[in-house]
């Protein structure tokens, strides 16, 4: 298909997005070093911080949860592609404290590769850090291996969580207490009608014949193995909602967070009417749905389709979850 973006030159997209996040947020977001998007105004340094790292072309995720009561910071990666180990580290040596840092890193090659090594430096500078990697994705599986499943919208919640566990002031053993124990019940499944172009060099990523769509596509239009012919949304809910409550563990007299995260070409229309079967569907098995969410918050260009999110709730996630955050794209 061919590529029609509003763009200019391709080689200047993220440096150019960014110039425009911080530009539009200005009183929440700065941008410091050209790829390093933090908060207008900086948390104490008794409280922990919260970074994360990741490609670009994902708006409004990551960089757009940068603000108070989620994330400190993100480091930003071209297109698709993760940022460098020194950019990352030099993130990290801005928000060095006592306090301590959590680095969440979506279970993807290249981040995971990056992370590791910023990691091993800041450990040596004595910087005290800790890592949560998501790996929501179910695709390849419910009982795939975690280090087989990729991170996808799923962090977006995570970082929420931990966010207004920092701003409250958590220990970093608590945060990743919290953080682990949300990470452990959230599943992410991915649907997608159309594949998406590369907007750096128009070509496209992947290719569904109009007829079909595919259950499991991974965050960059990987394949999920899951393909069928379209289905109608409660149909579609129906086969997705099934396996994220089993990798999610909920069951009835749970409360449970349910997102549908449109991936970039599907209608707000489409998203609430899988929500409304979903929903249904969980409260029929007597699970307590809180108040959820419906929008576009992890895409992936032009790509048709979305992700559900469902996670098993406990106490304290319910309490995170509504307190308040000012960030360009989650305010609460």
């Known amino acids: 298909m061919a590529m029609k973006k509003f763009i200019n030159d391709p080689a200047n997209l993220t440096k150019e997005l960014l110039e425009g996040l911080v530009s539009c947020y200005k009183g929440k977001v700065k941008l410091v070093s050209d790829r390093i998007v933090m908060r207008a105004t900086p948390k104490d340094e008794s409280k922990v911080a919260i970074v994360t790292l990741g490609g670009s072309g994902h708006e409004p995720a990551l960089s757009g949860y940068v603000g108070e009561g989620m994330l400190d910071a993100s480091v930003v990666g071209d297109v698709f592609a993760a940022p460098g180990a020194p950019k ?152 997705m909602i099934a396996p994220l409550m089993q990798a999610s563990g909920v069951k009835a007299g749970d409360t449970a967070l349910l997102i549908i995260n449109g991936v970039g070409a599907t209608t707000l229309m489409e998203m609430l009417i899988v929500y409304r079967k979903a929903a249904q569907i969980l409260a029929d098995k007597g699970i307590n749905v809180t108040p959820g969410a419906c929008g576009e918050y992890l895409t992936v260009q032009e790509m048709a389709g979305f992700q559900m999110i469902l996670c098993k709730l406990d106490a304290d996630h319910r309490e995170y979850l509504s307190a308040p955050a000012r960030t360009p794209y989650w305010n609460a």
């Open 88 to 239: 990352l580290l030099e993130a990290l040596r801005l928000l060095k404290r006592d306090a301590g840092i959590v680095l969440v890193t979506l279970n993807h090659d290249g981040d995971r590769m990056s992370a590791s090594k910023a990691l091993r430096d800041a450990e040596k500078e004595g910087i005290k850090v800790r890592e949560i990697v998501t790996h929501d994705d179910i695709g390849p599986g419910v009982d795939a291996d975690p280090d087989e499943r990729r991170g996808l919208g799923g962090c977006v919640p995570l970082y929420k969580v931990i966010g207004a566990a920092a701003e409250a002031g958590k220990s970093l053993d608590e945060i990743m207490d919290i953080g682990e124990r949300f990470n452990r019940h959230v599943a992410t499944l991915a649907v997608a009608m159309t594949g998406c172009t590369h907007p750096q060099n128009g070509e496209p990523i992947t290719v569904l014949p109009d007829d079909e769509m595919e259950i499991g596509m991974g965050q960059h239009g990987e394949a999920g193995g899951g393909r069928t012919k379209i289905l109608t949304a409660d149909e579609t809910a129906a086969r």
